[in-house]
């Protein structure tokens, strides 16, 4: 990359918040600042209905969290997330929960930022490395993928640069795996921070395909691709959102259907409000062919409220993004489904700091008063993901016990009336 990693270009929230201070991704300029908020449950309870499991540091490990996690079926999750050590240093770590037991946390490599569960025992993860570049002040970026095996995690294994060019700078966005042993992933090939290209690759049996790279010529003159924030698959179809930068520089989504391999045409979603310069999709869950659900946020030309954006398909046709009101500036960074219209979301306050609570819709376009997570006897509650089945769901993230305290990785079940 030709610059600074600060002035990285935007990728998915949830994960840059996340890795911002590990990597010194900047948001400046596409995420308004807000004052974080926290829950504060010191003196309180714990939310009725909401179980609670603390996960256990790895030694030498001072303070980490959770922020990844797929399930692949009741009682059957995976979470990931990042432990500190020594030094400041922080490595990767990942919990299993088998039959609703969740296992001390195993150190699998450097930051991890995304994940993908097939079946159980056969899990995928990606992470992110920062490289030194080929001259001095020069960083570039690179990806690795490791693979679960029952029990055990493969080393990490580099995404291959075969295609990108010489000495390309380059980052995976997204990942979905239809089946164990093959997944589709999207990435940001960096230029600079005003010039990117997008790509997909596959993953079949530890072989790599050649980079296939989108377009944006149906978005209109000027309109250059962002980034891919997210995948979601059922069986050999996909649907994908983004955001790409348009010819008066906001951030728009879109979004893009893969079938049986082949990429079909690059769909603009219409604007949340003409008064908006940011809208912007970080998640999507398809619980049908042609039938999914994708949130992110909605900033305002000026000011400082965001507001958490939803967007529905039905029978491949796409509502116009949507408002769910919030007192404070949020956003969604994390959704699931189980069905059509049998969703969780994840809100988040704009700085990505806390937990603001966990929306659910039953009925297309209505969301329900977000839960609040309070914990018995912690000052603070975070969390960034969701992973539903039928019935439930477990929001990963870390909770802390005052403003000084470590956090520790911690895991919110939640369980819902069918």
């Not at 992110?296 to 400082?304: L, V």
């Not at 329900?368 to 969701?386: R, Y």
């Not at 992973?387 to 477990?394: A, D, E, F, R, S």
Request: with cysteine; hydrophobic share 40%.
């Amino acid at each position: 990359m030709r610059s600074s990693p600060r002035r990285f270009p935007r990728l998915a929230v949830a994960r840059a918040v996340v890795l911002a201070g590990v990597l010194n991704v900047s948001l400046a300029g596409t995420l308004a600042a807000a004052s974080p908020t926290t829950t504060s449950s010191v003196a309180g309870a714990t939310t009725p209905g909401v179980n609670v499991t603390t996960i256990a540091l790895p030694a030498g490990a001072s303070s980490g969290r959770m922020y990844l996690i797929a399930c692949p079926k009741p009682t059957d999750c995976v979470a990931g997330g990042l432990a500190t050590f020594a030094g400041g240093k922080q490595r990767s770590i990942i919990s299993v929960e088998t039959g609703g037991v969740w296992a001390a946390p195993q150190v699998v490599g450097a930051t991890m930022v995304h994940l993908a569960c097939p079946r159980s025992g056969a899990c995928v993860g990606v992470g992110l490395r920062l490289l030194p570049g080929p001259v001095a002040n020069d960083s570039l970026y690179s990806s690795y993928l490791i693979v679960q095996h029952g029990s055990t995690w493969s080393t990490p294994q580099t995404v291959p640069a075969t295609g990108l060019g010489l000495n390309p700078s380059y980052v995976v966005t997204a990942i979905a795996c239809p089946r164990a042993g093959w997944c589709i992933l999207s990435g940001t090939l960096i230029f600079s921070p005003t010039h990117t290209k997008v790509f997909v690759v596959t993953w079949h049996n530890g072989q790599w395909s050649a980079p296939h790279f989108l377009s944006s010529s149906a978005l209109g003159s000027g309109a250059q691709l962002t980034s891919l924030n997210a995948l979601s698959c059922v069986g050999d179809w996909c649907q994908a959102v983004g955001v790409f930068m348009d010819a008066h520089q906001r951030i728009q989504p879109f979004t893009i259907t893969d079938s049986n391999g082949r990429w079909h045409m690059t769909h603009e979603l219409g604007a949340f409000l003409a008064s908006t310069n940011t809208n912007g999709l970080e998640s999507i869950s398809c619980s049908a062919v042609e039938t999914c659900v994708a949130g992110g946020y909605s900033a305002p030309t000026t000011g400082i409220v965001e507001s958490p954006l939803f967007v529905e398909e039905n029978h491949a046709r796409w509502s116009r993004p949507y408002e769910v009101p919030v007192s404070i500036s949020s956003m969604v960074t994390s959704l699931s489904c189980t069905a059509a219209t049998r969703c969780a979301a994840v809100i988040v306050n704009a700085a990505g700091e806390s937990l603001v609570g966990l929306t659910t819709m039953r009925v297309s376009h209505r969301w329900s008063a977000p839960l609040v997570v309070n914990v018995a006897k912690q000052a603070t509650v975070q969390g960034l993901a969701v992973g539903c089945v039928p019935g439930q769901c477990t929001i990963a993230g870390a909770t802390q016990s005052s403003a000084h305290a470590p956090f520790q990785p911690t895991l919110f079940n939640v369980k819902f009336a069918r």
